[in-house]
T-cell receptor, first 116, second 114 residues
């Protein structure tokens, strides 16, 4: 179990630029979740996948945000035309869903985005 | 909608003091409840969980009991250590829809002084 890996750890970008983050889940996990966390707040759900299918998107996920999990393994989260309000920690988590239920979510260390 | 409310922080205690961090929830169904901990510079880690009423989750000396009648899941530890300094998040997972997604409280910062 190598844990959930996120890349990069930090990203500084100028307003209006596009950014892409990557998440590698625990290998046997079929579910992958994206969350956003701002300073002093708890993580907020953005979207999740089961295998390659994106099953739910939060209202927080504006049209500028898109997430993919093309082969049911790693996932990418892209933010287009970044705004200063997008500055946050972006967290990825994975879990295993099966007939026995859903395992607890395992989180990565996050990607901290700063938009200047 | 479903939500989680935690006590305001920061909580500052001396080593070996008793800890309580209050957590209450609102849910339309019958959720599973969790406590996650975030140490400085690290990601969220599962601390403990409970899946049904009166279940007690425990780990590393921390405990929390699922109280359906008071919709609460308070975190307790009998004797805190400096190494327990972290941010603690209470969370629920809805059973309906089988999504597994978590709804978090705002977090409570614990600082333990030697």
């Amino acid at each position: 179990d190598t844990g959930v890996s996120q890349d990069p750890r930090h990203k500084i970008t100028k307003r209006g630029q596009n950014v892409t983050f990557r998440c590698d889940p625990i290998s046997e996990h079929n579910r992958l979740y994206w969350y956003r966390q701002t300073l002093g707040q708890g993580p907020e759900f953005l979207t999740y996948f089961q295998n390659e299918a994106q099953l739910e998107k939060s209202r927080l996920l504006s049209d500028r945000f898109s997430a993919e999990r093309p082969k049911g393994s790693f996932s990418t989260l892209e933010i287009q035309r970044t705004e200063q309000g997008d500055s946050a920690m972006y967290l990825c988590a994975s879990s295993l869903a099966g007939t026995g239920g859903i395992s607890p979510l395992h989180f990565g260390n996050g990607t901290r985005l700063t938009v200047t | 909608g479903n939500s989680v409310t935690q006590m305001e922080g920061p909580v500052t205690l001396s080593e070996e003091a008793f800890l309580t961090i209050n957590c209450t929830y609102t849910a339309t169904g019958y959720p599973s409840l969790f406590w996650y901990v975030q140490y400085p510079g690290e990601g969220l880690q599962l601390l403990l969980k409970a899946t049904k009423a009166d279940d007690k989750g425990s780990n590393k000396g921390f405990e929390a009991t699922y109280r359906k009648e008071t919709t609460s899941f308070h975190l307790e530890k009998g004797s805190v250590q400096v190494s327990d300094s972290a941010v603690y998040f209470c969370a629920l997972s809805e059973r309906s829809g089988n999504t597994g997604k978590l709804i978090f409280g705002q977090g409570t910062t614990l600082q333990v002084k030697p």
